[in-house]
């Protein structure tokens, strides 16, 4: 089956790090994405991770993929106060192109 | 602008009425795929196309939904007999499809339905 969860909140203060978690039930994942979304914004392609592959950075973003226990992290180093947006990760699987979300987490940076 | 682009960008409507969208990709991209998302949700997935062949159609597209893609260009998304549970952002998205690596999705900014 197909559901993809996170956790609602993620409050951190400006210069820390945050991570924001994933998990997902379907095992046949092939891609896995971190989009953002701000108010009044389209959602925005942050990063990506193939299911082969284990951890990937890109600037500030570091991915981690646990395909054993079907976890997805996102962890973003000196978080900024534009950094404050909902986060949601997304997988598409062998037998569809479609996108299933997770619920999304907001996060909050404070000062 | 090279990006997604959706029309009417906020819709209000009464119930029992019909309401269509557009969406235009970005221009080389050949798959559209069309998602709802409500208040403090993910987005949905709702139906998508290949350059003008519907392949995937959602059990959330009632009936009343129906998607075009005529000319494997430009989309319409139409509601018919509008009911209040429509009320939604409904986001398009683009990509080159299966020719690309991640076949990455690009998504628009929206049409927020409100039925009153």
């Known amino acids: 089956g197909e559901d993809v969860e996170q956790s609602l909140f993620l409050s951190v203060r400006e210069g820390d790090s945050s991570v924001i978690n994933c998990t997902y039930t379907d095992s046949s994942s092939t891609y896995l994405y971190w989009y953002k979304q701000e108010p009044g914004a389209g959602l925005q392609l942050l990063t990506y991770?193939?299911?082969?592959?284990d951890m990937k950075q890109d600037q500030r973003l570091t991915v981690l993929l646990n395909k054993k226990d079907k976890h997805l992290s996102l962890r973003i180093a000196d978080t900024q106060t534009g950094d404050s947006a909902i986060y949601f990760c997304?997988?598409?699987?062998?037998?569809?192109?479609?996108?299933?979300f997770g619920t999304g987490t907001r996060l909050q940076v404070f000062p | 602008d090279t990006g997604v682009s959706q029309d009417p960008r906020h819709k209000i409507t009464k119930r029992g009425q019909n309401v269509t969208f557009r969406c235009d990709p970005i221009?080389?991209?050949?798959?559209l795929y069309w998602y709802r998302q409500t208040l403090g949700q993910g987005p949905e997935f709702l139906t998508y196309?290949?350059?003008?062949?519907?392949?995937?159609k959602s059990r959330l597209l009632s009936d009343r939904f129906s998607a075009e893609r005529p000319k494997g260009s430009f989309s319409t998304l139409e509601i018919q007999r509008t009911e209040q549970g429509d009320s939604a952002m409904y986001l398009c998205a683009s990509s080159l499809g299966p020719a690309a690596a991640s076949d990455e999705q690009f998504f628009g900014p929206g049409t927020r339905l409100t039925v009153l």
């Open positions: 221009s080389e991209h050949n798959r």
């Open positions: 196309f290949q350059n003008e062949a519907q392949l995937e």
């Open positions: 991770i193939f299911s082969n592959m």
């Open positions: 997304a997988e598409t699987t062998y037998n569809t192109d479609k996108l299933i």
